[in-house]
Structures are given as C-alpha cells and as structure tokens.
C-alpha cells in the first residue's frame, strides 16, 4: 500500500503545478421501469486521449494501480438497489503502461452506469457522488468526485401511466462482465484489443434501424397508426412475438395513458422478409425481421383529437457480432397530421424533435419510377431575368435629373482633358468600369451581410415586407418632390477632394462621387431593384451588374462617338415628369410588400379587390398627371402636351382600363378574371371579400374527415396538409400533385394563373390528381415550436414545417416545386420547378399518370400472383 501512496502521488505531482484539467464529464439521468423499481443512468463523456477506469477490476488492493470508478450512495431506508450495476460504452480490456503493465478495464470517448432501484419513500431523493480516476498516456489526474441527486416521486408521477420498459438483457451484461476477467494480450505481439460491444451503442452513434411514423383516418373516430423501420443491411430486429425469456427484446409499443384515445385490438406487423428459427447468437426461437421495411400498424379510436397519442417504441437491433437494446418516443397528432419521432433536447422548454423524411420518397426522388419530368429548376433564366430588372433599372436612373445632365459634362471633361481621343475614350472607359465595380461592390456587400438564405427569408418575412412597404411609400413621395433623400454631403466634398488627384484613382473617385450625389434618384431605384431580386443569393450582384452596366454604358458611348451628344434631349422639366411617373411606381410596388405580410400572416386587410382597386386609381391618377390635370411640387405648368408626354399619357389610360377587366367575373374560376401582367403582384383572385366564398362548395364530407380540404388556386379542391392529402389519395386510389408553394411566389402565381386555368391541365388536376398544396411562408404558428432532427433547426410555424418537409425529402428549397407521387409515397417522375408553356405542363402529368397506372398494374398482377401461389 504504501509504494501505492508513494507512486500516485509522484504521478499526480506532475500536474499540481499546471493548468486545472477536467476531462470526464458526468451527466445524471433516470426512468421509471414499473411500480416502485427505477433505474439510475450514470452516463460519463471523456475527452479524446483520456480513459477512465471500469468499477470491475481483477487486481489487488496492493497492486500499484489505477483506482477504478466507484459509486458511492448516502445511506438511507427510503431506498435499496436491485441487482447488479451495469456498465456500458467504449470499453477495452488492456495492459496498462502507467501501472507496470497490469491488466485493467477501462473506458474512451463514454461510458454508461446503470443501478436499477427499489423505492420505499419517493418523497425522499437518493444522493451521493460517484468517483472516478482520469488518465492520459504521460500521466493521471487525481480522484475526483461529483454529487448527484435523484428525485424520483416527480419522475414516477409524470411516467406511471407508461407502460413498464424492459430491464437491460442479462445475457449481454454477464457477457460484459465475463470479459473483465479474461487477461489481457501482450501488446507488444498483437493489434490493439477492439471496443467491446456494449449494453448501449456510444454516444453520438446513429441507430442502424431509422424509424418514420404516419396516421391515417379510417372513418369517424377511429385512425390507424404505422410505425415503420428500416434497418440498414446485416442488422435485424424482433417480432413481437418473440418470447423475451432467454432471448432478444421483442420490439413492443408502449402507448401513454389518456382518456382521449382507446386502442383497438392488436398490433399488427406486416413487409420485411421475416424469418423464424433458432437464434445462433442467442441459441433459442426467435421470429425476427431481416430487411425492412417493417410496418406495424395500430388502430386507435379517437375521443379527442386535440390531445396527442404519445408513447414509445423498445426493440433489439443485432448484426452477426452484437446487440443493442434501445427505444424511441413517438407522438402523433391526428388532427393536425403530425406524427415524427420524438426526443425531448431541452428538458426545461420541453421542445420536441421531428424527422419528416421519408425512406419511400428518398429512394424514389434520387430514381423516380418514371423516365420523365425535370429535376433543376431554370435557375439561369431566373438569374437572366434579374439582370434585365437591374438593366431596366439602370435605364431609368439615366433619364432622371440627378444623372442625366451629367452625361454631357462627363464626357466632354474626357474628350477635352485628355491629349487625344483615345486617352479620352479610355478614361470614359475606365471611369464607366469604375460605376460598375462600386455598384456590383454593394451587391456583394449585401449578400456577404445578410448570406443568400437570409436574403431568402426576408423576401417572405411579414417583418421585412411591412417594413419594404413603408420604405417604398417614402421613396414615392421623395420622387414626387415633396423631400430628397440622400447621403451625408460630407461624403461627396470627400470624395470629389479624392477626384481632384487625377490618374486612374482620380477617375474611380469622379465615379464614386456620382454614385454619392445621385443617390436621391438612384436610391430608390437601387431599393426596389434589390429588394425583388432577394429571393437568390446571387440577385443582389446580378442585379447591381445589370444595374450599374447600364449607367455605364451611355459614357463609354459617348466618349467613343461624342458626336451623338447632339442627338440628346435638353435638360428640362421632362426629367422631373419621369421621377413623379417613378414615385407612382414605387407606389403601386409597395402595396405588392403589403400583400406579401398580409397572405403570409392572415390579417384579411388587402384582399384582391382593395389591392386592384388601389392599383386602378394609381394609375388613373399617374394618367392624370401625364395629361397634365394634377401637379406636384417641382412641376412647372403643362402648357402644351407633347407628342411624348401624349404617348405615355395614353399608354398609361390604356394600362389602367387594363387592371379595370381584373374585376370581372371568371365563371370557370367563380372568381376574378386573373391577369397576366400581374401575376405574383396581385393576391390570388380567390382571396376576395365580395363574391360568395367557393368553400360553400367544398364536399361537407371529405371536409369532416380531413380538415384542411380547401379551395385553392383556380377553385380546384385541395389539400394544406401533407398527411391528411396522402390519406385521401389511398382513399381514392389517385396519384398526388404535391405542390410546395408560398404566398408570397410570383412564379407560383404565375403557373397557377395561367398554366393551371388551360382545360389539358385543370382537367387533370381536378379529375386525376390529389392536389396537396403546403404553402412554406405561411406564418400560422404551430401548436407547439419542434425541433428539425435532421436539420437541427427550430420549426415554428406551418410554413417552417412545411419547409422543413421540402428540403429533408427533396434537397431543395426553391419555389415552385412539382411533385407527382403514388399514395404509398413513391416519386413517379423527376420534380418540375416554374417553366412557362402550358403544352409542356399536361405532357408533365400525363406521365405521371402514365407512371401511375403502370405501378398500379404491376402491384394487382403481383397481388394476384401472391393470392394463386405463383413465384
């Protein structure tokens, strides 16, 4: 004992006079097995490169050795242990090199204690503290204890209606402690000793069996509920009808207790390739389950449908070397169709987790059944469009008076500084480049801040659109002359004394001067163009390409031929007409961010007639002002309307009679005529307050049955949630159309106006599909805020959900999304982004169907086979 004493102390001494090292850290956790017995779960994370030492130890107390991991409990009568403790984890048996070579017993990266317990007085906590020894390959820290206190009167009272869990598998925790006695190899002849295989897999390690969970609606209360595995190759888990005695966990369903639901019947297991036989691992009968996957199937009678059905799943998953016992919650919410796999990550919010991939969509959407469809979405043309938008942008900056006059002094300092005219086309050149590269550097400067998938979001957030709203309605009235809006003038004197300097840093700052001082009429244009462009991480560097090329391009023209300066227009009034005609523009748009926040929040304040009505007397007014009826602040008198100025002006009536005809009635659609040119600006034209409402047509049947049956887009019958969609096409027996959508998507509108209204496609939508509609910018929150378990993100609303489901099943996150599916949740063809053609948009679902009835083919003829007995 005494060269013991002597010995730790000399290997502790090293570390006395260093930094205080922790590197086991201890966590506490216990659950109730049944009636008054618990277990207590020690559960130890060690740091990489550090062990610490197995309770189970065959050295003597003499032995210069490492002191093993004791627990220690305060004595009491409230209480008494049951059985033998339990160990698990990263353990190896091997030669210890700091303790002269003897064989020990010790723990890498977890370790997991469990002690079962009797409870006599729950109102009593069992406390104590559990010691253990840390050490590395150069040395070992000193014994160190941490307390623990288990209260288990409260754990018992919010678990007793829970079914009783099985005890760890006495076969596999003797095999643990066999191997504590068995001496170690020399390890200077053989391969460092394998982890042994534990009671529970190591921290952090993915279950080789992944469980989904689905509910169906039968008929009146009663609905079904599917747990369905699918084990990963050479693993197999256990029917339920395995005896548990001798033998491996039998998977078993353990449904919380309530007075909301009864179970009825049976759990019934159904698929997999099922084998019966005697066990070679466990040497008895087993039924067990080789491949998956594995459905088993539990009908329920309903009273409450607002209250979940919780509960939990145990089971045994074994390969050709190991077992692991393990369970996993579930709940179901029937009513909202929410039914994931469950984990409890914050024990103080109780916040829950979710994982809505589905295995059948995964495989399918990676190889859909059929050889058709599209799988990208035209981003290119998207991103072509947004440099237009930028170009256009451009464009009408030139024309307003901050800009325009500057073009013919710009170009005649080049012309008439410079020795000759190629030095002066050069630095028009260079001067024109510079407004490129500090308008582009703003793009970029906005992505980099916010990051594309920012930029995403704000384009849909009620937040951001409210506030797009107010932004625009005070760049009308700057346009309108009633104020300016611009930067602090101490940046242009700086920047103009830059300017001064000459040479190529002189011509940059000339450029970055200009972008200073016409920022009154260029800022908003600025605004506006970003602002559309937000939905790709790329817009707001595409946009500002396009933008600034525009503004450059008159300069570098102009220096190369200044004899076209004579064919410009004189500075005037005109320019003032073009920044009012602008201001109504910025006017119109802004209601376009109202209607965003109003869709996605559900405030009912700007349905489709009081935004087409604003939008007609916009309109009317800018034709007013263009025919010189009404004035704003800088406008001088319109003595006599040019040829110019008429045009527009009457471009302008013509364009207001237009948005006029979006009121009149569409007897296909019993809703508004939708118009083109304001698809994705204006509200769906179902969102009205005036006509009788097309739910008055909803089948009052299927609408009981599933609550989110709804009128969509066109007056086509639909459905807003996923699982009560699918319920019904297996009803029926009809492909689904799933359609990822947002109230805030132009494209969406688009497709939706003027695709899906074509009889080749609403005859097929309303007749041959299921359409299943999940709008991912809807901001009705969630009963309660989950936890994305795949994507480890907080879901709090219907649209987070919804979004969520797009991106774990589909990679992608971009609308609109198409999605042809069987109702066993099979991808038929590849998925269709926005395309415009209506043609292209029926050939696209007329393979599915196609697909569809081939399936459907296939599944009856092999039915038939099964049924005569044919191979």
Known sequence: MRYLLFFTA??????????????????????????????????????????????????????IAPIPTGIYYDEGDHFEAVGKLGEAGNRKV?????????????????????????????????????????????????????????????????????????????????????????????????????????????????SPVQW????????????????????????????????????????EFH??????????????????????????????????????????????????????????????????????????????????????????????????????TVPSIRATYVEPLGNCGEENVARNSSLLWTFILGFAGGLLALLTPCVFPMIPLTVSFFTKSSQDRASGIRNALIYGLSIIVIYVSIGL???????????????????????????????????????????????????????????????????????????????????????????DKLGPFIVMLGFSSALALPFALFAAFPGWLNSLPKSGGWMNSVKVVLG??????????????????????????????????IFAAMTAYLFGLIRFPHDSPVKKLSITRGSFAFLSLALTLYLATGFFYNGETKSYNSLKLMSGLAPPATYNILLPDTKDGLNTDIKARYPSFTKCANNLDCFKNYAEGMAYAKEVKKPVLLDFTGYGCVNCRKTEEHIWVADEVKNKLSGDFVLVS??????????????????????????????????????????????????????????????????DYAEFLECGLDTYEQVSDEQKKEKEDKRLGVN
């Open 94 to 206: 091997a030669q210890e090199p700091l303790f002269d070579n003897i064989n020990v017993a010790y723990f890498t990266k977890n370790a997991i204690f469990t002690q079962r317990v009797k409870v006599k007085d729950g109102s009593q906590a069992i406390t104590g503290y559990v010691e253990s020894m840390a050490c590395d390959e150069e040395k070992c820290l000193p014994p160190s204890s941490v307390d623990f206190s288990f209260k288990l009167e409260a754990l018992k009272t919010n678990s007793t209606a829970l079914s009783s869990k099985p005890a760890v598998d006495k076969k596999i925790v003797e095999a643990v402690e066999e191997n504590i006695k068995k001496p170690a190899p020399d390890l200077t002849e053989v391969e460092p000793i394998d982890e042994l295989e534990a009671i529970l897999p190591p921290a952090g390690m993915e």
């Open 255 to 356: 449904f919380e207790a309530g007075g909301h639901y009864e179970l009825s019947g049976a759990t019934l297991e159904e698929g997999g390739k099922k084998k019966s036989g005697i066990d070679p691992f466990f040497g008895v009968e087993v039924v067990k389950f080789t491949e998956g996957p594995v459905t088993f199937r539990q009908k329920v009678k309903v009273q409450d449908s607002s209250q979940p059905i919780t509960g939990y799943v145990t089971y045994m998953v074994c390969d050709d070397s190991k077992c692991m016992p393990a369970d996993i919650e579930f709940s179901f919410d029937v009513a909202g169709g929410i039914a994931g796999q469950v984990t409890t990550i914050d024990p103080a919010s109780g916040l829950r987790g979710i994982d809505q």
């Open 212 to 251: 989904t969970f689905d509910s169906k609606k039968l008929n009146g209360q009663e609905y079904e509920l599917l747990f369905i595995a699918n084990m990963e190759k050479g693993w197999t888990i256990y029917s339920q009808h395995t005896s548990p005695d001798d033998g491996p966990i039998p998977t």
């Open 774 to 839: 999940l709008y991912v910018d809807d901001r009705k929150a969630l009963e309660e805020t989950l936890l994305s378990i795949p994507r480890q993100e907080k879901l709090r609303n219907v649209g987070n959900k919804w979004a969520d489901f797009q991106i774990v099943n589909f990679e992608q996150n971009s609308q609109p999304l198409y999605v042809m599916m069987s109702p066993d949740e099979r991808v038929l063809a590849a998925p269709r982004g926005y395309k415009e053609g209506v043609e």
């Open 445 to 535: 400067m906005i992505t980099a801040f916010f990051g594309g998938d920012a930029l995403n979001v704000l384009s849909t957030n009620w937040i951001a659109n409210t506030l797009f709203f107010v932004i625009f309605i005070a760049f009308a009235f700057s346009f309108f002359g009633y104020y300016e809006i611009t930067l602090p003038s101490s940046w242009a004197n700086k920047s103009d004394t830059m300017a001064d300097r000459g040479g190529l840093l002189g011509i940059f700052f000339m450029a970055f001067t200009l972008a200073i001082v016409s920022f009154s009429c260029t800022g908003p244009i600025i605004g506006s163009a970003l602002v559309q462009s937000a939905t």
């Open 584 to 617: 109504f523009l910025e006017l119109a748009l802004a209601l376009k961010f109202l209607s965003v926040a109003d869709m996605t929040m559900h405030w009912n304040i700007l349905p489709y007639e009081l935004f087409m009505g604003a939008w007609v007397l």
């Open 10 to 63: 000399s290997l502790f001494s090293s570390v006395l006079l260093g930094q205080i090292e922790n590197p086991v850290h201890w966590s506490f956790e216990s659950r109730h097995i049944e009636g008054n017995e618990f277990e207590l779960i020690f559960k130890a994370k060690i740091d990489d490169g550090w062990k610490t030492y197995s309770p189970f130890q065959e050295y003597g107390e003499d032995d």
